[in-house]
């Protein structure tokens, strides 16, 4: 490690990386730095990726995906069921800890320096001059100076704190998700299975998502204000016996989603927000890789931009948001007052929903259908839906 670079990059997730990768890719000195001693190394994620979003960033390789995905199933509390197919190789289950890993090494080749065991502990943005980041690494306490910084730190950033960002969750402004590995298990292995309604989550949903033919990542959602902690093993464990009566937990991993929480609180100065750490997920689905990869190259865009001069230094943040909010903040607006919709909703309330939604996705080509666009035509054809969704358009 030096001690100056031009850019600091902070969690060497899919937000970290893609931004380290970008802004090395354009000629920044760049250091990115990841707390545990390999990337990957801890992870809470079902590994379900669309091929359109992700090819936005990657062209998918081999090494990272685990099954191909060309259709969903989603099951409410009676039993109803929509198949959907989608096109061929519509979607993936991730590697993750390979795609992680796959993505910071694309870093590196790109001239980034990668630096593991690395926790930044302590930062100072002093107006005007070089901001200072603290390291703890297994040789002591490390400090280094940074013209700009990205915070990609995940669900849990301290970095946005430390600099006096609010970017604190509520208990409503999350989800509680616990999720095992399970193996032993006849399974689609191109098939993402959804169940939802109160049989299976009071306001998330229940998820089965393929790794192979014989083990799934198989999990649940939850909203910690309105549920007990038991509740979640509970109702995933009742799953689990009533579906495949036999089967192995290989290992289980529990972690927070958070809501999106607008766009005020991108970053301060010269740091910059990206990924779960800035909370640009879609709130609905809890879906935030290729956001983060998304967040990840605009911020270093925004980065590359105020080294070259060609934006100044004090004007980064406020350009940084307008990018987030011209490329992706209709849709994360949308799916937060979606979700806030849907946790009204009670068993009748879904299976017309259900309904409505296949008869709306068996009149459109397997591909072709945009979620927004779905979510507002399906609830706006149910006078029921109409009433409980007065507040989302
Ligand atoms: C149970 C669960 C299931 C999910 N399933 C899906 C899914 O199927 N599809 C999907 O798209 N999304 C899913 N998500 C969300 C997805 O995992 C996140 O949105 C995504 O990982 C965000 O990427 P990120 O780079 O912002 O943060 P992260 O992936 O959390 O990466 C942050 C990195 O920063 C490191 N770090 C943290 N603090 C420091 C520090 N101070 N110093 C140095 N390093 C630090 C961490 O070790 C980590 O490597 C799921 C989330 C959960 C909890």
Known sequence: MKRRYQLVVIGAGPAGSYAALTAAAGGLDTLLLERDREVGYRLACAEAVSLEGMQNFIDPDPC????????????????????????????????????DRFLSEKAVSNGAELQTEAYACGLELPSGNPAKVVIETEEGHRQVEADYIIAADGV????????????????????????????????????LEFYIGEKYSTDGYLWVFP???????????????HNDCGELRHRLDNFLREKYGDY????????????????????????????????????????????ALHTGKLAAETVLMAADGSINRNKMVSVYRKK???????????????????????????????RFLKRYLSERKAGSVDPAAMIKSVISGEPRLVRLARHLF
């Open 211 to 225: 790794k192979s033919d014989r083990a799934a990542n198989i999990g649940l959602g939850l909203n910690p204000a």
């Open 156 to 191: 849990e950033s301290m970095i946005g704190r430390m600099a006096g960002i609010d970017t604190l969750l509520g208990p409503d402004q999350n989800d509680s998700s616990l999720q095992y590995r399970v193996s032993g298990i006849d399974i689609d292995p191109k098939t």
């Open 248 to 291: 192995k937990i290989e290992f289980e991993t529990c972690g927070l989603v958070p809501k999106f929480l607008g766009l005020n609180n991108l970053g301060r100065d010269c740091l910059l927000l990206a990924g779960d750490a800035a909370r640009t997920i879609d709130s609905l689905t809890g879906a935030g890789i290729n956001r």
């Open 324 to 354: 987030v909010d011209d490329e992706i903040g209709r849709d994360l607006r949308l799916f937060k007052k979606a979700h806030a919709l849907f946790t009204k909703f009670n068993d009748e309330d879904w299976e017309i929903f259900a």
């Open 64 to 99: 990272f995906i685990a099954t191909e995905i060309d259709s969903i199933t989603l099951t409410v509390s009676s039993g109803y069921r929509i198949d959907y197919d989608l096109q061929e190789f519509a979607g993936m289950v991730l590697d993750r800890p390979a795609f």
